[in-house]
Nanobody, 124 residues
Framework: VQLVESGGGLVQPGGSLTLSCVVS????????MVWIREAPGKGPEWVSG???????????YYADSVKGRFTISRDYSMNTLFLQMNNLKPEDSAKYHC???????????????WGQGTQVTVSS
């Protein structure tokens, strides 16, 4: 299983970025997926999740800190997870990882599969 993120970079406050996570080695559509971020000196923080599988497929969830600014989505044809980030703030600066596993998204701490991360820096 491989997860590869891209799309990070340096952006001014108020700017936008779109992160991508290409997934290979597992059946993309059946698993919940999440974005997690890690800032220096802080523990991992859950950012957003999206349901896979039957029934609630596509339902999305966000941390309060990003709600209304970030949008998570997935493209099944491309086996890719996205995170559209708008109105970025300096406190959004972190390394962003995508992750997945057999558990529901809110049990992301138990996920076995993580990408290497992509750095987002929000600064003027």
């Amino acid at each position: 299983v491989q997860l590869v993120e891209s799309g990070g970079g340096l952006v001014q406050p108020g700017g936008s970025l779109t992160l991508s996570c290409v997934v290979s080695g597992l059946t993309f559509g059946i698993y919940d997926m999440v974005w997690i971020r890690e800032a220096p000196g802080k523990g991992p923080e859950w950012v957003s999740g999206i349901k896979g599988g039957a029934g609630t497929t596509g339902s999305t969830y966000y941390a309060d800190s990003v709600k209304g600014r970030f949008t998570i989505s997935r493209d099944y044809s491309m086996n890719t997870l996205f995170l559209q980030m708008n109105n970025l703030k300096p406190e959004d600066s972190a390394k962003y990882h995508c992750a997945t596993g057999q558990q529901d998204y809110y049990r992301w701490g138990e996920y076995d599969y993580w990408g290497q991360g992509t750095q987002v820096t929000v600064s003027s």
